[in-house]
Every structure is written in structure tokens, then in C-alpha cells.
């Protein structure tokens, strides 16, 4: 179950990042990546803690929250459901 929650919120991620949200290539560039990694993780069939991932959400969530409040908003959830999954 928080498999597929940690999907619908990557899902909900892309498609913010697909609407001409006002960010930079860069900044662009690192949600992409972020959510490419958390795909990464739930291929995985026995899920092994990953504590650079939840790492590296965090640090986005941190460069984000001012000027992005949806992103950083969906980015928690993940976070929440990778805690909630044991990563």
C-alpha cells in the first residue's frame, strides 16, 4: 500500500513539474532527478534502506520551499511515505 502512495505522489510530482511551473533548468533538472531516483528505489523488490535518498529529498524539499510550495508540498508526502515503507 505505501508503494503505490509513494506512486500517486510521484505520479503528482511529474505533473507539476509538466506544467510551466516558473523553475529553472536546474532547478528542473533536480525534481527530474529526484523523482527518477524514488522510481529507482520502489523497482527495487526488497526494499533496503536508503538513507540518501530521503537525503536528497529533504535537501530539495529545503531549496524549494520558498519559491515552491507545490513541489515542496507533494516532495513531504514522499518523504512521509518513504518513512512509512522503512527507507
Known amino acids: 500500500m ?3 502512495e509513494l506512486q500517486e505522489r510521484l505520479n503528482s510530482l511529474r505533473e507539476q513539474l509538466d506544467r510551466n511551473v516558473p523553475l ?5 533538472t533536480t525534481l ?3 523523482a527518477r531516483q524514488i522510481e ?3 523497482k527495487l523488490e526488497e526494499a533496503t534502506p536508503d538513507n540518501n535518498l ?3 529529498v529533504h535537501l530539495a ?3 524549494f520551499e520558498a519559491d515552491h510550495p507545490d513541489a515542496t508540498a507533494t516532495l ?3 518523504v512521509n511515505s518513504l ?3 522503512g527507507i
Open 2 to 4: 505505501p508503494a503505490r
Open 40 to 42: 529507482a528505489q520502489l
Open 83 to 85: 518513512h512509512s515503507m
Open 54 to 56: 530521503v537525503d536528497s
Open 61 to 63: 524539499i529545503e531549496r
Open 24 to 28: 529553472t533548468e536546474e532547478e528542473l
Open 32 to 34: 527530474h532527478e529526484e
Open 76 to 78: 513531504r508526502s514522499i
